[in-house]
T-cell receptor, first 115, second 107 residues
């Protein structure tokens, strides 16, 4: 299993600013993921962040808007850049541990409100 | 049409009732996950299953691969079970999520 922490847990930001969300895992994992959950919606994968390579973004998400760093096997950051009210969401980090089937563990989430 | 459909969307129960949440999927999956999300937003993984049935305390999850259907059951429900329950399926690490079922258990 894996225990994941995220910082901050919540934040209220002004439009046009940027926020960096941190994700820390208690063990080394290869695959980390960033999800967005807009109000009333299901989770949407933003990108996959593997250590040692550039993040892979899903359709509709771009690096300029959501730059990601993955400096080691236990840590990643997601930045939400030039924020607008439409970016108000819960952002979740998760990790996948492979052992035949990929079991995913999720962080507590960061609740972002953009005013 | 979403590739993972859950029913019902909302469910209200009295404490002690037996609860069932259903999930149907049209995507090919290697595993199905049941997740629990509390009002604060954090998600807890309840089960990952690829066949048969799993039980953890008062929670039971079943899956029928041929029918592409899974159920989550809660026995002797309690107000602390109130949360959003999310079904998701995936191949390898990519998951497709249902919209969730909001469960409210009243005392």
């Amino acid at each position: 299993s894996a225990v994941i922490s995220q910082k901050p847990s919540r934040d209220i930001c002004q439009r046009g600013t940027s926020l960096t969300i941190q994700c820390q895992v208690d063990s080394q994992v290869t695959m980390m993921f960033w999800y967005r959950q807009q109000p009333g919606q299901s989770l949407t994968l933003i990108a996959t962040a593997n250590q040692g390579s550039e993040a892979t973004y899903e359709s509709g998400f771009v690096i300029d808007k959501f730059p990601i760093s993955r400096p080691n096997l236990t840590f990643s950051t997601l930045t939400v850049s030039n924020m607008s009210p439409e970016d108000s969401s819960i952002y979740l980090c998760s990790v996948a541990i492979s052992g035949g089937l990929y079991e995913q563990y999720f962080g507590p989430g960061t609740r972002l409100t953009v005013t | 049409k979403n590739e993972v459909e859950q029913s019902p969307q909302n469910l209200t129960a009295q404490e002690g009732e037996f609860i069932t949440i259903n999930c149907s999927y049209s995507v090919g999956i290697s595993a199905l996950h049941w997740l629990q999300q509390h009002p604060g937003g954090g998600i807890v993984s309840l089960f990952m299953l690829s066949s048969g049935k799993k039980k953890h305390g008062r929670l039971i999850a079943t899956i029928n691969i041929q029918e592409k259907h899974s159920s989550l059951h809660i026995t002797a429900s309690h107000p602390r079970d109130s949360a959003v329950y999310i079904c998701s399926g995936g191949s390898n690490y990519k998951l497709t999520f249902g919209k969730g079922t909001l469960l409210t258990v009243n005392p």
